[in-house]
């Protein structure tokens, strides 16, 4: 097992910054994903780990190493693409052993690997066949299987589960997880879907325009963002940003008289609350509905409180309400989130 410290790196493409002063560290054995939306600079960073980019400042250690400078082939390090770039014309055997023949590994080696490798990856029965006679799902496995032979200490993952639907998304997302405990590798996974990063993930390294916005674990990431990114970008649906004013020396919800909103600090212009952490309650806020998504297991209401639309509510069953009815919605107070208006959070009453 290796960790991976990254530096102060900056990519500079001429004179724009994709990525600028990223610094974290991946512990020897952890499962870490650098999540955030297109162009955020994930497989740039990504990239730059496996040498197949150049940092224009900063450093990378692999282990004990500066690797900075070092080619992708002295890295020690695999790879699995968000393309599976199978070849065609050989056998999944073939394309498994690929990189062990190019690599000039001993071959008195490729039997005991591969018979461990196809078994980890439930490929036995599938070593005969061409990759045009297997699913997506199956040539996902094979391209984790080409990486995983090659028996390095370190993985990288970009997108590689964004051409499956969602079904098979949803068991390769358990199969890569398991492999990675089971093999004890340092594996770091870009992605732009926050289900992976959730489910997946030790620490997740959130990215946005080149800079970290927060890393954190996936717990810390859902209950205590440190900002509206963070809090918008985790979590289906998303956090509610419901706006604030001050009125007669207390914090209310803008456009309504009150009440006072409890624990809201001095310079909150916004209230975070989850849509799960909401419920109708008789006793609440006054809102109105402005449409019902029904899901089978539960329902999203989306309503209208005060001067702001769009808000969230998450409720079991099939909540049969219609557009401009009249509810009152209530939540803890331990689920409340503050923004400032730079959008950095100001306080977040702890659970």
Request: hydrophobic share 40%; aromatic share 4%; glycine share 10%.
């Amino acid at each position: 097992m290796s960790s991976i410290v990254l530096d102060n790196l900056t990519k500079q493409y001429g004179g724009a910054a994709a990525i600028q002063g990223v610094s974290f560290s991946v512990p020897a054995g952890s499962f870490t994903v650098l999540l955030g939306p297109s162009g955020c600079g994930k497989s740039t960073t990504l990239r730059m780990i496996a040498g197949l980019d150049t940092p224009t400042s900063g450093s990378i250690h692999i282990g004990d190493r500066d690797v900075t400078q070092l080619p992708p082939s002295k890295r020690r390090i695999s790879m699995v693409f968000q393309s599976y770039a199978l070849f065609p014309h050989l056998s999944v055997r073939e394309n498994i052993l690929f990189g062990l023949k190019v690599r000039k590994e001993p071959a008195r080696d490729y039997d005991r690997r591969l018979k461990r490798v196809a078994g980890l990856l439930g490929l036995n029965h599938l070593l005969d066949r061409k990759p045009s006679q297997l699913s997506g799902g199956q040539q996902q496995r094979v391209a984790l299987g080409r990486a995983v032979i090659s028996e390095a200490p370190v993985c990288l993952m970009d997108e590689p589960l964004s051409n499956l639907d969602a079904q098979l998304r949803h068991e390769m997302r358990r199969e890569i997880r398991a492999l990675q405990q089971d093999l004890g590798i340092t594996m770091v996974y870009v992605t732009h879907d926050q289900t992976e990063a959730m489910s997946m993930a030790d620490q997740v390294v959130l990215l946005r325009g080149g800079q970290i916005e927060q890393h954190d674990t996936p717990d810390g990431l859902y209950a205590r963002p440190a900002s509206e990114f963070a809090a918008r970008f985790i979590g289906t649906p998303p956090m509610n940003l419901i706006g604030l004013t001050a009125l007669r020396g207390a914090t209310v919800i803008a456009g309504m008289d009150g009440p006072a909103i409890a624990n809201a600090p001095a310079g909150a212009v916004k209230l975070g609350v989850r849509p799960e952490h909401i419920r109708i309650d008789g006793d609440g806020i006054a809102a109105t509905v402005e449409s019902v998504e029904y899901f089978g297991a539960d329902s999203i209401v989306v309503c209208r409180v005060g001067d702001t639309s769009g808000v969230a509510v998450r409720v079991g069953g099939h909540l049969r309400a219609q557009a401009g009815e009249a509810l009152r919605l209530s939540w803890p107070d331990g689920q409340q989130h503050f923004f400032a208006a730079d959008s950095a959070v100001i306080n977040t009453v702890r659970r």
